[in-house]
């Protein structure tokens, strides 16, 4: 389950906000409402379902922003205290502390944060199965090693290189024609 900071509003944001969030292609990661001064500030994280590689595209958080923007308006899960509304989406050094975040992070390389007894691993995850992850084709790390990961940031992804080595095909036979 995602998690909700400790303030009574946060739950009746989340019920809120988690269908429009469906109806925009997204998932409600966290909900935290944060007091600031005279006002609060109500952040809501927004995300991909697990099945979907990529990023949170802005138009839908966008989207989203509007949609709870306007549910929240018209209801009173908020109460009368003024509030700042913040909607985004988790970055790439979001923690992975579920499995879903980890089937998002497929053909990345990857950092375990390993449980106690067990060693940290870095590699490409190639898979996510019931019994645990696999890195870089062959090496199964079980569920019971990990408390949780990271996404190691790459410049210059192996799937940028791809899209590069078409490019660079495409104008080879270009040449070839002319």
């Known amino acids: 389950m995602s998690a909700s900071s400790g303030h009574p509003a946060a739950d009746g944001v989340r019920s809120l906000a988690e269908p429009l969030a469906a109806e925009a292609g997204l998932v409600v990661e966290n909900v935290t409402v944060t007091p600031a001064g ?6 809501i994280t927004v995300d991909l379902p697990e099945t979907e590689l990529g990023g949170v595209p802005m138009e839908s958080v966008a989207q989203v922003s509007q949609a709870i923007s306007q549910e929240l308006d018209s209801s009173n899960v908020m109460g009368g205290t003024p509030y700042v509304l913040e909607v985004s989406s988790p970055g790439a050094d979001r923690p992975l502390t579920e499995r879903r975040h980890w089937l998002r992070a497929r053909r990345r390389l990857v950092r375990t944060i390993a449980a106690p007894g067990a060693t940290p691993r870095t590699g490409r995850l190639t898979e996510v199965t019931e019994a645990g992850i696999v890195l ?3 090496h199964e790390v079980p569920w019971a090693e990990i408390t949780g990961g990271r996404i190691e940031l ?12 078409a490019d660079e095909d495409d104008e080879d036979e270009d040449e070839e024609e002319n």
């Open 38 to 43: 005279k006002r609060r500030v109500l952040r």
């Open 136 to 138: 870089d084709e062959e």
């Open 154 to 165: 790459e410049f210059g992804h192996p799937d940028d290189f791809a899209d590069l080595e």
